[in-house]
C-alpha cells in the first residue's frame, strides 16, 4: 500500500530536519529531493513548507531553499540588488540596461525571476523595453524606493 502524502511529506520534512540538526548547512533542490523519494513536487513542496514555518529554512525565489542561520540578515531580493546596481552610478538615463540573459547569468537565477523584476522595474518606470533593441534606463531609483 502507497504511503499517503501527507505522511510522506512529514518523513521529508523529519529526514531533512535531521540533517540540519546534524549540520548540513544545503538543501537538495525540489527536482532532486522528487527523485530520492519518488514523489511529487507539491509533496517536497509541503514539506519544505512545514521547515520553513519552523524557522529551520528560507526560501529565495529563483535560487532555491537554504538553511536559515539564526541572527543572518535575510540576504537582498533580486529586485533590491538590480534597484541597487541602477542606482549606483553605473547606469545614466537612456543607457542601455541588462538583458533577461545577463540577469540570470550574473544573478545565478532563473529566465521567470528574471523577466518578472524587470517587468515591475519597467512597470515603475525605471526601464522600458525597446523590441528588437534590448532594455533601456528611463529613470534613476531615488534612496528610497532602492530599500
Known amino acids: 500500500m502507497a504511503t499517503a502524502p501527507r505522511n ?21 533542490s525540489e527536482a532532486a529531493l522528487m527523485t530520492e ?22 526560501a529565495r525565489q529563483g535560487f532555491g531553499w537554504y538553511v536559515r542561520v539564526p541572527g543572518e540578515p535575510e540576504p537582498p531580493s533580486l529586485k533590491e540588488q538590480l534597484l541597487d546596481r541602477l542606482g549606483d552610478g553605473s547606469f545614466a538615463v537612456g543607457d ?5 540573459a545577463a540577469v540570470c547569468t550574473e544573478y545565478d537565477t532563473n529566465r ?33 524606493s532602492r530599500h
Not at 43 to 57: F, M, T, Y
Open 8 to 28: 510522506t511529506c512529514l518523513k521529508i520534512a523529519e529526514t531533512l530536519r535531521s540533517q540540519i540538526q546534524a549540520g548540513h548547512t544545503e538543501i537538495p
Open 37 to 58: 523519494h519518488s514523489v511529487s513536487r507539491g509533496v517536497v513542496r509541503r514539506a519544505l513548507k512545514i521547515l520553513s514555518s519552523e524557522g529551520l529554512i528560507r
Open 96 to 100: 542601455p540596461f541588462l538583458s533577461e
Open 112 to 144: 521567470a525571476v528574471a523577466r518578472r523584476v524587470l517587468a515591475e522595474m519597467a512597470g515603475a518606470g525605471l526601464i522600458e523595453a525597446m523590441p528588437g533593441k534590448g532594455r533601456f534606463v528611463r529613470a534613476l531609483p531615488s534612496a528610497e
